[in-house]
């Protein structure tokens, strides 16, 4: 299968040129897109990127895989399926839309909804989980929507721009995926997004 189908958007693999097209994106000097775009990583070069792409191409990490989104015709962020579990059938996800003019147009929801689904129904998985850094409001919101649900709070567990922040922890299981999944599309988009976990 060369691409998989969203709505809106497919997940297809990447490609060198993408590696431009990612690394192009993240010299922008918005200091919000950059803090949420990478809480560790410094600055690395295209040529650094591309040999990252060169490794990974040659020893491909069999509990790992990254998609391209793209919309339109052009790539506009990546999804990310990794630390899967073979044994407890579980997988953690991530996701970014890397220019902020290609946020809040459902690319992000749909990538991520139809990662889900390949997820649950071609890996087998039974569930997914992310973590978030809990002021990025707009991730917090979308993954709601799609049904994750807040299981915890790892405090002070990353240090950023001088201080030590939190990362809420969201888990989806793939029955709630699927009840949700069974709906009539206005129905699903009625549903209430879940409560937070209580301990």
């Given at each position: 299968?060369?691409?998989?189908?969203g709505?809106?958007?497919?997940?297809?693999?990447?490609?060198?040129?993408?590696?431009?097209?990612?690394?192009?994106?993240?010299?922008?000097?918005?200091?919000?897109?950059?803090?949420?775009?990478d809480?560790?990583?410094?600055?690395?070069?295209?040529?650094?990127?591309?040999?990252?792409?060169?490794?990974d191409?040659?020893?491909?990490?069999?509990?790992?895989?990254?998609?391209?989104i793209?919309?339109?015709?052009?790539?506009?962020?990546?999804?990310?399926?990794?630390e899967?579990?073979?044994?407890?059938?579980?997988?953690?996800v991530?996701l970014?839309?890397?220019?902020?003019?290609?946020?809040?147009?459902?690319?992000?929801?749909?990538?991520?909804r139809?990662?889900?689904?390949?997820a649950?129904?071609?890996?087998n998985?039974?569930?997914?989980?992310l973590?978030?850094d809990?002021?990025n409001d707009?991730?917090?919101?979308?993954?709601?929507?799609?049904?994750?649900?807040?299981?915890?709070?790892?405090?002070?567990?990353?240090f950023?721009?001088?201080?030590?922040?939190?990362?809420?922890?969201?888990?989806?299981?793939?029955t709630?995926?699927?009840?949700?999944?069974?709906?009539?599309?206005?129905?699903?988009r009625?549903?209430?997004?879940?409560?937070?976990?209580?301990?």
């Amino acid at each position: 299968m060369a691409w998989i189908a969203g709505t809106r958007i497919v997940l297809r693999a990447w490609e060198r040129d993408d590696i431009r097209a990612r690394w192009e994106a993240d010299q922008t000097p918005d200091a919000t897109e950059q803090r949420l775009r990478d809480w560790h990583g410094p600055p690395r070069s295209l040529e650094q990127r591309e040999q990252e792409f060169e490794d990974d191409q040659a020893e491909p990490d069999a509990a790992s895989v990254s998609l391209i989104i793209e919309a339109e015709g052009r790539p506009v962020g990546d999804v990310n399926l990794f630390e899967m579990d073979d044994r407890n059938r579980h997988g953690r996800v991530g996701l970014s839309i890397w220019r902020g003019e290609d946020r809040d147009r459902g690319y992000g929801s749909d990538a991520l909804r139809t990662m889900a689904r390949w997820a649950f129904r071609q890996m087998n998985l039974h569930r997914l989980e992310l973590s978030v850094d809990p002021r990025n409001d707009r991730a917090v919101h979308v993954y709601r929507k799609l049904g994750f649900v807040e299981e915890g709070c790892r405090r002070e567990c990353h240090f950023d721009d001088g201080a030590y922040g939190d990362e809420l922890v969201m888990g989806l299981l793939r029955t709630e995926f699927e009840a949700r999944e069974s709906l009539p599309e206005p129905e699903r988009r009625r549903v209430p997004e879940p409560e937070r976990a209580t301990a």
